[in-house]
């Protein structure tokens, strides 16, 4: 998607998004005042999972922290196992961190905080047949989500 953004003839800023198989003529896009093209910045990488739950886990749901990070759900079909852990976007000095991942019945909660450069967790539980309720917190922002990624068999218990 492009972004552009000229006056309009009362001051005020219209926006316009044009898809990137619109093709704009050079020549106009040339003539605009260097002051009235639209610029960028570079968005900062997002955080990717990093494998750390272990052998046979796969993402299976995520959540934005805000511009720090990303907190991952995964899942372990073999084992019937989540896992969550949440990844800063840009690893540097230590910050306080949580990864959290719980089901309502019976209340069972694991958690894992402190104070990390990189990551924080891995907290697995086994959950198959339920809901799963997970969470991210890096240096006071929070995502996840509640009684998600629900199993479809009952557990084993």
Not at 87 to 101: C, I, Y
Request: hydrophobic share 40%; net charge positive.
């Amino acid at each position: 998607m492009i972004d552009i953004r000229r006056a309009s003839a009362i001051g005020a800023a219209v926006t316009a998004t044009a898809c990137a198989a619109v093709a704009l003529a050079p020549a106009a896009v040339a003539a605009e005042p260097a002051a009235q093209r639209a610029t960028t910045a570079p968005k900062a990488a997002a955080a990717q999972y990093n494998g750390v739950c272990g052998s046979g886990y796969a993402v299976v749901n995520s959540a934005q922290i805000g511009t720090k990070g990303t907190v991952f759900l995964t899942y372990n079909s073999a084992t019937g196992k989540n896992c969550v852990v949440t990844m800063r976007n840009k690893p540097g000095k230590a910050v306080h961190m949580t990864a959290s991942l719980g089901f309502a019945s019976p209340t069972t909660t694991v958690t894992d905080t402190g104070y990390f450069t990189t990551y924080a967790g891995p907290v697995h539980l086994d959950a198959r047949g339920l809901c799963v309720t997970w969470r991210g917190e890096i240096s006071g922002e929070v995502a996840g989500k509640n009684g998600t990624n629900c199993g479809s068999r009952a557990a084993n218990r």
